[in-house]
């Protein structure tokens, strides 16, 4: 048989309400079941209320802004790492190897990477920009800053690519 409410349970359960209390910590708190708290609470005159829906509401609006910039700064870190990659495509680049039955180490340094790392570099670079673009798209603008991102990075890409390979061309005239 369950044990009768008490005027201590209802001097606790008024107490811990005004506190800010949820009904199921209230209940924790004074050892009875969450049904018998939302009892004690109606039968107050007025009845106590453990409506938070605007309570939640508002957390929910906080966690998504939260989440939101959390979302910016790690678009913000992808972008830097495609920068880092395509950096790479034409500085100076080590290559090592180990080999042999005496396990010896070699390395080069190529005045670039190979055309097989390029399109690594450019993949990790076009993943990063993919996911941070889908993180945080750019907004529509007017005018020439309306240009994708991929698209300035590209036209970079081939105007760098044909220098370099305009000036070898003079070398060997």
């Known amino acids: 048989m369950a044990r009768p409410i008490t005027d201590k349970d209802r001097a606790a359960v008024r ?15 004074i050892g009875r079941s969450p049904s018998t708290v939302s009892k004690i609470a109606a039968a107050f005159d007025p009845p106590l209320n453990f409506d938070r829906a605007a309570e939640v509401e508002t957390a929910t609006r906080v966690r998504r802004a939260d989440l939101a910039a959390r979302r910016a700064e790690l678009a913000i870190t992808l972008h830097d790492a495609a920068e880092r990659e395509v950096g790479k495509m034409t500085q100076p680049h080590l290559y090592f ?20 790392d390029r399109r690594t570099m450019m993949a990790t670079a076009g993943a990063a920009l993919d996911r941070s673009l889908k993180l945080a798209p750019p907004r529509e603008e007017a005018g020439e800053e309306s240009r994708s991102v991929i698209g300035r990075l590209m036209d970079g890409l081939a105007r760098n690519y044909a220098e370099r390979h305009s000036e070898a061309a003079d070398d060997a005239d």
């Open 15 to 29: 107490r811990l309400h005004a506190q800010g209390k949820a009904r199921n910590d209230i209940a924790r708190t």
């Open 97 to 116: 190897e180990w080999g042999g039955k005496d396990h010896t180490y070699a390395e080069k340094v190529q005045p670039e990477p190979t055309p097989a």
